[in-house]
Antibody, heavy 116, light 107 residues
Framework: DVQLVESGGGLVQPGGSLRLSCAAS????????MSWVRQAPGEGLETVSI???????FFADSVKGRFTMSRDESTNTLYLQMNSLRAADTAVYYC???????????WGQGTQVVVS | DIQMTQSPSSLSASIGDRVTITCRAR??????LNWYQQTLGKAPKLLIY???TLQSGVPSRFSGSGSGTDFNFTIDSLQREDFATYYC?????????FGQGTRVEIK
């Protein structure tokens, strides 16, 4: 069974930083396109970032230069480092397998980020 | 970015009804169109990918069609557990943009 478990969300002041984690089991984060998708309160879905260890990285314009992605093969974990956070970054952040030309077929439960 | 427009933004229907949602892309995305279901407080769930392929384990009352810029998503014989918000999403190019969602409510 595939499981994606996010953690690291919380309350942070504007200008602060957070690092989100996505621990994967049943799939390898190094062998798949992996993405972060966020959903602001009462709003729709937005693809924030896409990562493929074979050499592809994408960031939405709204987070470019502030967010970075990385992975740890030893723990099969994907990370989203979020710096210079703004109120507009307040959302539930989901880790998902897929992105670019792949559908998002597995999702985590989400982690809440509040910038206030 | 490829803009995706869904219609309607919400609808009311009864158990057993047939429901159709439309999604339009601003430019041609071939068959690179996926549909998701999201219930309150939960992560989205992939229902249909590549415009018309049913994801494993998804009931056959869900179906999708279309190519290019115009796509349809249909639920035959709406069940109680189908009341949710549905999103289309293109996987033709990054960013993988979503439609604004269609909320399906009980009449």
């Amino acid at each position: 069974d595939v499981q994606l478990v996010e953690s690291g969300g919380g309350l942070v002041q504007p200008g602060g930083s957070l690092r989100l984690s996505c621990a994967a089991s049943g799939i390898s984060v190094g062998d798949n396109y992996m993405s972060w998708v966020r959903q602001a309160p009462g709003e729709g879905l937005e693809t924030v970032s896409i990562f493929y260890s074979g050499g592809y990285e994408f960031f939405a314009d709204s987070v470019k230069g502030r967010f970075t992605m990385s992975r740890d093969e030893s723990t099969n974990t994907l990370y989203l480092q979020m710096n210079s956070l703004r109120a507009a970054d307040t959302a539930v952040y989901y880790c998902a397998r897929g992105g670019r030309e792949e559908p998002f077929d597995y999702w985590g439960q989400g982690t809440q980020v509040v910038v206030s | 970015d490829i803009q995706m427009t869904q219609s309607p933004s919400s609808l009311s229907a009864s158990i057993g009804d047939r429901v159709t949602i439309t999604c339009r892309a601003r430019l041609s995305i071939a068959s690179s169109l996926n549909w998701y279901q999201q219930t309150l407080g939960k992560a989205p769930k992939l229902l249909i990918y590549a415009a018309s392929t049913l994801q494993s384990g998804v009931p056959s009352r869900f179906s999708g069609s279309g190519s290019g810029t115009d796509f349809n998503f249909t639920i035959d014989s709406l069940q109680r557990e189908d009341f949710a918000t549905y999103y289309c999403q293109q996987s033709y190019s990054s960013p993988n943009t979503f439609g604004q969602g269609t909320r399906v409510e009980i009449k």
